[in-house]
């Protein structure tokens, strides 16, 4: 089987050199969305022959560059990387379990820029409307040892032992080319970003292809690279319309209620939080509008272009 790497950029220019770099052995393809900070100069300038660029002419969002990318690639596994992500080994046992062990999708080792395992956000469970609840009310950060948030992060896991897993990040995922057309893409409804990863593999899981880790195979990740160069605003507001998405694409509808109850309810107490940590009333108008989305969801069960089944 033969393998693609794509990397989808967004003002990445500071770290997609170490990424592309550790992947000269392979066939690369690069799609930057409307970055402003110079990431398809900076990707020109490597001059790998390895790599292909697409510089799109807007911000597509992470799931249409995905789909962009994938769509016009001749090789039967693709290779999702983030380019904040550097591989520190051969990613040939991904191809190996995708061909001979018959896995729609496997994932290898994150590693933080400590050397540490990334636990709790490499791999996951998929989440149930309780976990997306106790998210959205902040419960799983104030006290994480709860049984809920500690089964949706796999806590305690042997990160030692390869196996089958649930929803690996899209930071770094691999996945036969035929299921990616089976499944009709990513979900380019999760716009710009979030959420797009955890649906795919969902939907991969339902057909009842295997999804598979093997720690044999390790990058290190730096983490939310290009995620953090958006406006607060957008941040917070992107979150939350690509959960409550999510909600109303996979819950029954007390399930996706319960998560938009949990988004109104928790984003009062944000904003009263926000607003005394940054000294401004910004954080009102921001969780108002998180507000309105929660109550939206409750109500009509869609949210901004996502809609119940």
Known sequence: MTLRVVVVTYNSAGVVARCLKSCRDLAVTVVDNFSSDGTGLRVKEL?????RLIENTENRGFAAAVNQAVAEAPEDVILLLNPDVELLSSVDPLVEAIDVKGC?????????????????????????????????LGWNRLFPGNSV?????????????EGEVEQPAGAFLAFRRALWRQLGGFDERFRPVW??????????????????YLPIVTARHAGGDS??????????????????????????PPG???????????????ALIFTARRRSIRPVAVYAKV?????????????EGGQQR
């Open 291 to 303: 507000y309105r989305l929660g109550v939206q969801s409750v109500f009509s069960g869609t949210v």
């Open 104 to 136: 729609g999708i496997a994932t290898g080792r994150l590693l933080g820029e400590d050397g540490r395992d990334q636990s709790g956000f490499s791999i996951r469970r998929f989440p149930s409307s309780m976990t997306l609840a106790l998210e959205a």
């Open 195 to 212: 959420f797009e990863d955890v649906d795919f593999c969902r939907r991969a899981s339902q057909t009842g292809a295997m999804i598979y």
């Open 149 to 161: 948030n500690r089964r949706y992060r796999y806590v305690g896991r042997n990160w030692d032992k």
């Open 47 to 51: 001059r790998l022959p390895n790599v």
């Open 227 to 252: 995620v953090q160069r958006m406006p607060w605003e957008c941040h917070v507001v992107a979150w939350y319309v690509s959960l409550l998405k999510y909600a109303s694409k996979h819950f029954r």
């Open 256 to 270: 996706r209620r319960g998560v938009g109850v949990a988004v109104a309810v928790g984003s009062v107490f944000r």
